[in-house]
């Protein structure tokens, strides 16, 4: 799978059900489905923890059952975290300043409220069918900048999820 790197914000209460929750969460992006200028994905994968590209949980955290692991690769073939590793889980369980210093590029950030930034400079609301008739940067409401402060200001328990996709 190539790909777009992508951390997704989900309130808590999507871990009864995380790829339902993603699913919905991505859905306003798929590729085909929606108008041209907000298409981004075609496929997706859970992925960080194996790859070295998600998230250290905190010490004392490691084995904590609420911390997320990658899916299996496309050939169903397991994707184990190295120990402390993981691809997501609530933001109290992360170490997101080793995130920061360990990242060789940002990742692509889909908020809560339905922005997915590109690069930190190219939003998309998920209800917007383009960029000039998007009434959310019309009336000046303005996206995430600063990626790694977004990520820090959420509670701790809002659920970050480092996915690999396709698009």
Same mark, same amino acid.
């Given at each position: 799978?190539?790909?777009?790197?992508?951390?997704?914000?989900?309130?808590?209460?999507?871990? =009864?059900?995380?790829?339902?929750?993603?699913?919905?969460?991505?859905?306003?992006?798929?590729?085909?489905?929606?108008?041209?200028?907000?298409?981004?994905?075609?496929?997706?994968?859970?992925?960080?923890? /194996?790859?070295?590209?998600?998230?250290?949980?905190?010490?004392?955290?490691?084995?904590?059952?609420?911390?997320?692991?990658?899916?299996?690769?496309?050939?169903?073939?397991?994707?184990? /975290?190295?120990?402390?590793?993981?691809?997501?889980?609530?933001?109290?369980?992360?170490?997101?300043?080793?995130?920061?210093?360990?990242?060789?590029?940002?990742?692509?950030?889909?908020?809560?409220?339905?922005?997915?930034?590109?690069?930190?400079?190219?939003?998309?609301? /998920?209800?917007?069918?383009?960029?000039? /008739?998007?009434?959310?940067?019309?009336?000046?409401?303005?996206?995430?900048?600063?990626?790694?402060?977004?990520?820090?200001?959420?509670?701790?328990?809002?659920?970050?999820?480092?996915?690999?996709?396709? =698009?």
């Amino acid at each position: 799978m190539a790909g777009i790197r992508v951390v997704v914000c989900l309130p808590a209460a999507a871990a =009864g059900d995380l790829r339902g929750a993603i699913g919905l969460a991505l859905a306003p992006f798929r590729l085909g489905e929606v108008p041209r200028w907000r298409g981004i994905w075609d496929e997706w994968t859970v992925r960080g923890g /194996s790859d070295g590209t998600g998230f250290t949980a905190l010490p004392g955290h490691a084995d904590d059952p609420r911390l997320i692991h990658d899916d299996d690769g496309y050939d169903g073939t397991p994707l184990p /975290s190295p120990p402390g590793r993981c691809a997501g889980g609530p933001r109290g369980l992360l170490d997101l300043a080793a995130f920061r210093l360990r990242a060789r590029w940002q990742p692509d950030l889909l908020t809560l409220d339905g922005w997915w930034i590109e690069d930190g400079r190219h939003p998309r609301h /998920s209800s917007c069918a383009g960029e000039e /008739s998007c009434p959310h940067l019309a009336t000046g409401e303005r996206y995430v900048r600063d990626f790694y402060g977004h990520l820090e200001a959420q509670p701790a328990d809002t659920l970050l999820v480092a996915l690999k996709c396709h =698009g």
